[in-house]
């Protein structure tokens, strides 16, 4: 396999440290090298989290600017903390729902509009896709996999691993959600099956 | 060819050229550049005269011309560029240059409004008038009445045609070269705006510097401008900074160009580096091709020589970096492998009888703290300056950090700076030069770091 960086973030809670254990597990059952790195900061208070993945031949887990071939934010105006990361033309994966943070909840009116959000990936790359991951979520029975959903989304364009790899990590990673979470990972991953190409 | 509607500029396979043919004029000399660049494409010189030039033949009309042609290069006298736009329309041509001046650089509106709409009508598109051509010297293209660039990194775009011809006469001297190169003059109908969008998505090029006088479409410029700053970086020189050169520049290209504050505000918000001048702009552009940025701005200066060594340091302070001295720790690393002598501060002062050892011990423990560093090597004729050239090689390839050089001077250095430039090393004729380049670098690295939203209002 090539080399490719993902760069994600989220709110703290949302699952961005396990989407990138499910990928580092997937990457060590199809004997791929993986990196990983994350910043939590005050996550546990609904501060923003972001994570990185890095696969293939790399010695420094850290995505340098503009490096990143694809980012993920389980939340809309998370994406602005990875933005930088982002290799330019590459892809961007949205959860379209807006959560309220630890510093949009002090200053609400500092949160950006949709429209400016995507004016800002627009810069970059035309290659910008929003997730209805919530919905898929809670379609799946539980309202807390946002994170599979994107995932799901993600890997149905970006097959870095088999589908099986994926799932059964992901059922390894928690077996007590595994069957909620996996749901929702498949529908995800079938919602964008029929859609287009981000472009 | 990538499929964007500009590659007919700049990578054609079959060029007509509508000038004249005769020795000494602008569409011969066109003509000589493309065959002393051995450009491989076709190349159709035409002029009603008939007759062959540089061993092409020469035909009488655009109507005439053989084969499917990508790009039209006009440089005839007015009243006749009309006529043979529409011929090139009706040859289905979809790009031209048109060189020839007179259009509303003096005042002449209505000529260069023409201009525009016949080429509309055809749904050609235009760099020019009244400019100095292109380049690509990666495909040996070169419609230019300028220096032939040699291959390289940098795309210079300019509004004036001659500085930008007195940049590749410099660039030579110093064997930079150019990815691209334009001219575009009165930016009738693609300009700045269209070919920074081009240039940003440009493989061969990793640096894109703009020379202006001024900005037309302002909004639209600094959004290209914001949209390529985040994917490689835009150098800017802008001319008309004082009083006296706003004057000339408002006469130069007829554009007005606006009170200097305000420019420096908008290349900010854009994320644009500017530099004031050439010398600058290649110094930079250079570090750029080649050199990691830096993580931070902190800087160690090594040198076996005070002087030189403290210029670089005021200017490196001057100019925003941190030239704090190295922690404890680094200096007792330090200590066992450096003479008794050197002075363990920032600079650290090696001491002139240092050589390839100390040179590469003290830099790989100074980059183990610092996020770049400067070299300054005083050659003296007795030691060897080629070795600490390797030392210097060896330690900066070790870690991806950015690392010049100020290798002084001139012939008892020449070896040395030769290894330096093999490896890619930048080597400038002083540590300030050094130190101006690093800002910029770090400025460059902060560009990228800002928050996202400060690219909106």
């Known amino acids: ?53 890095r696969l293939g031949d790399f010695s420094n887990p850290k995505i340098p600017l503009n490096g990143a071939e694809a980012l993920i934010s389980l939340e809309l105006s998370e994406v602005a903390s990875i933005f930088a990361f982002l290799k330019p033309g590459g892809e961007v994966w949205i959860n379209a729902a807006r959560i ?82 996996t749901n929702a990972f498949r529908r995800g991953f079938d919602f964008v099956q029929t859609e287009e190409t981000p472009e | 060819m990538t499929g964007h509607p500009l590659d007919s500029f700049f990578a054609p396979l079959a060029v007509a050229f509508a000038g004249s043919v005769k020795p000494g004029k602008i569409g011969f000399e066109l003509i000589r550049n493309m065959k002393e660049g051995n450009y491989e494409g076709e190349i159709y010189p035409i002029n009603p005269a008939g007759g062959d030039v540089l061993g092409y033949r020469v035909y009488p009309s655009v109507s005439a011309l053989p084969g499917k042609i990508d790009l039209i290069v006009i440089s005839l006298p007015h009243q006749a560029i009309l006529d043979s736009l529409d011929q090139a329309g009706a040859r ?5 240059v048109v060189i020839s001046s007179g259009f509303s650089e003096v005042g002449n509106d209505q000529a260069e409004k023409t201009l525009v709409e016949t080429a509309r009508r055809w749904g050609i598109r235009l760099i020019g008038p009244n400019c100095a051509g292109l380049m690509n010297p990666w495909a040996r293209h070169f419609p230019s009445i300028e220096v032939r660039a040699l291959p390289g990194y940098t795309a210079l775009l300019t509004q004036s045609g001659a500085l930008g011809g007195a940049a590749l006469a410099l660039a030579e001297e110093r064997g930079f070269g150019f990815s691209k190169f334009i001219s575009y003059g009165n930016r009738c109908d693609l300009g700045d705006i269209e070919l920074l969008a081009y240039l940003a998505d440009d493989p ?15 909004r639209e410029f600094l959004r290209a401008a914001k949209s390529a700053s ?52 290649f110094d930079l552009c250079q570090a750029i091709s080649h050199c990691p940025l830096p993580e931070g701005n902190k800087v160690a200066i090594v040198t076996n020589s005070g002087g030189p060594g403290i210029l670089a340091a005021d200017k490196a302070e001057s100019l925003g970096l941190n030239v704090n001295e190295p922690s404890p720790s680094l200096v007792e690393s330090l200590k066992p492998r450096l003479s008794p002598h ?75 700076v030769g290894l330096l430039d093999e490896a890619q090393i930048v080597n400038l004729a002083t540590g300030e030069r050094c130190a101006f380049v690093l800002s910029k670098l770090t400025e460059r690295t902060k560009i990228l770091e800002r928050s996202p939203f400060a690219l909106l209002d």
Do not use: C
Not at chain 1, 22 to 47: K, Y
Not at chain 1, 123 to 134: C, N, S
Not at chain 2, 204 to 218: H, K, L, N, S, W
Not at chain 2, 234 to 257: D, E, L, N, Q, Y
């Open chain 1, 1 to 53: 396999m090539t080399q490719f960086s993902l760069a994600l973030s989220g709110l703290g809670g949302q699952g961005i440290m396990t989407v990138s254990q499910i990928l580092a597990a997937a990457a060590g059952r199809e004997g791929v090298r993986v990196l990983l790195f994350e910043g939590t900061g005050i996550s546990q208070r609904g501060g923003g989290v972001f994570g990185f993945v």
């Open chain 1, 100 to 181: 309220p943070g630890y510093y949009s909840k002090l200053r609400p009116e500092l949160y950006p509009p949709e429209g400016k959000i995507l004016d800002l990936i627009r810069l970059k790359t035309p290659r910008v896709r929003f997730i209805p991951a919530d919905r898929l979520a809670r379609e799946a029975g539980s309202a807390q996999a946002v994170n599979m959903a994107m995932l799901g989304a993600f890997i149905r364009r970006n097959p870095l691993f088999s589908k099986e790899s994926l799932i059964w990590a992901i059922e390894e990673s928690n077996k007590k959600f595994a069957e909620k979470n």
């Open chain 2, 92 to 96: 289905g041509i979809k790009a031209a």
């Open chain 2, 204 to 218: 061969q090029t990793r640096a894109i510097v703009v020379y202006m006088e001024g900005v037309d479409r302002g």
């Open chain 2, 230 to 281: 985040l994917r490689k970086p835009v150098v800017a020189i802008k001319a008309g900074r004082t009083r006296a050169g706003t004057r000339a520049a408002s006469s130069h290209t007829g554009t007005m160009a606006g009170v200097d504050e305000v420019y420096n505000a908008a290349f900010r918000k854009a994320g644009i580096l500017r530099v004031e001048g050439v010398e600058e702009m």
């Open chain 2, 342 to 416: 050197a002075s363990l501060k920032n600079p650290v002062d090696l001491t002139v009888e240092s050589g390839y050892e100390e040179y590469a011990a003290a830099l790989e423990a100074v980059l183990s703290e610092y996020d770049a560093a400067i070299v300054i090597n005083v050659a003296t004729p007795y030691l060897d300056s080629t070795g600490i050239a390797r030392g210097v090689i060896e330690a900066a390839g070790r870690r991806r950090k950015p690392v010049l050089t100020s290798f002084m001077a001139g012939r008892i250095v020449k070896d040395a």
